[in-house]
């Protein structure tokens, strides 16, 4: 799918990965953007940036009802791409307090969720549409220092599998993107905090910028496309996870 003339939601959308994508999709064309996210002023700010086309929506993706009305028809029409991108962590193991798994399961999963029912039924019925899930490469390999993390970002690449599988033939198409360090807000501070997984992201390779991220959801995007990351991603409309070695 390109993205020129496309009506994208994106949430996040205040800085990081979603304010790099939501530039770049300005970028590309896209007709209309509904940056959303718990930070209204940053996401204001990122509309600002990018003009008419943009608009600044707040939304905590953990309840339903807010996530639902970013599907209702937008200032530029009905929604053709939902770019589910909110996240957050936790930090601990198994001491982790039953509220931090719970926290970390409605942002982190339910989110998806929530995005799904609200715009699959308009998407088929208009013949199609693109989910585009940002997960992490936590979920592929895990994350140390971070169980509620690791667990919920594995959930998020499951339940896309799930709906790529079942809402393939009525022309949704489901994506993942899994990098594993960028240089956002949340890695920095596990950095100033020295936390193990930060420690970990850093010995593990090169470091993301933002941007960098946008360019691979862009080329994952196009037609026949996969997005190109230094880091595990699979597109989940389009390709496997690797098969499990057996010979022990």
Request: charged share 20%; proline share 6%; hydrophobic share 45%.
């Amino acid at each position: 799918m390109r993205v020129r003339d496309k009506v994208i939601v994106v949430t996040g959308a205040a800085g990081g990965i979603g304010r790099a994508m939501a530039l770049r999709f300005a970028a590309e064309g896209a007709a209309g953007i509904v940056l959303a996210d718990l930070d209204e002023s940053g996401a204001r700010a990122v509309a600002d940036e990018i003009g008419d086309r943009a608009v600044a929506v707040r939304a905590d993706v953990s309840v339903e009802s807010d996530v639902a009305a970013l599907a209702e028809p937008t200032p530029f029409g009905p929604v053709d791409v939902f770019c589910s991108n909110a996240g957050i962590i936790g930090g601990s193991g198994l001491d982790a307090p039953l509220q931090e798994w719970t926290s970390l399961y409605a942002v982190n999963v339910l989110a998806h969720v929530h995005a799904a029912r609200a715009v699959i039924p308009g998407m088929v019925a208009r013949g199609g549409g693109y989910l585009l899930n940002t997960c992490s490469a936590a979920g592929l390999v895990s994350c140390p220092g971070d169980a509620p993390y690791a667990v919920t970002k594995a959930a998020a690449i499951a339940f896309a599998e799930w709906v790529a599988i079942h809402y393939a033939a009525q022309g949704i198409k489901v994506s993942v993107l899994c990098p594993q360090g960028v240089r956002t807000g949340m890695l920095e501070r596990g950095v100033e905090e020295d936390h193990l997984t930060a420690r970990a992201v850093g010995a593990s390779g090169a470091i993301l910028d933002p941007a960098d991220v946008a360019t691979a959801v862009i080329d994952g995007l196009a037609p026949n496309g996969s997005t190109s990351c230094p880091t595990p991603r699979w597109p989940t409309s389009t390709a496997a996870r690797p098969k499990p070695r057996t010979d022990g």
